[in-house]
């Protein structure tokens, strides 16, 4: 079974930028569309960030123009590159195919903050 492991939150002020890693423990990031996902408290899990395998990407408007995907096939690791972080980004982070097929990892908490 293919295991997810986010990495690369924590508290960050308002403007800041932090990359967060999913590292895939099993072959399926260049073969599967992949994804970013959020969750605020009291919110339901959202997509934030999608890449197919031939490479085209997709954001929420949301965070359009601010945050980056992308992919190392080599080493089955997608990355989210965070910038202009706003107090709203804070969430906790999930990586998973899109749509979601795989269990989900514990995903690692971004906090945007002064």
Not at 8 to 35: D, F, K
Not at 54 to 74: M, P, Q, W
């Amino acid at each position: 079974q293919v295991r997810l492991v986010e990495s690369g939150g924590g508290l960050v002020q308002p403007g800041g930028s932090t990359t967060l890693s999913c590292a895939a423990s099993g072959n399926i990031v260049s073969a599967y569309t992949m994804g970013w996902y959020r969750q605020a408290l009291g919110k339901q899990r959202e997509v934030v960030a999608r890449i197919t395998p031939g490479g085209t990407i997709l954001y929420a408007d949301s965070v359009k123009g601010r945050f980056t995907i992308s992919r190392d096939n080599s080493k089955n690791t997608v990355y989210l590159q965070m910038n202009s972080l706003k107090l709203e980004d804070t969430a906790i982070y999930y990586c998973n195919t899109a749509p979601p097929i795989l269990t989900w990892g514990q995903g690692t908490q971004v906090t945007v903050s002064t």
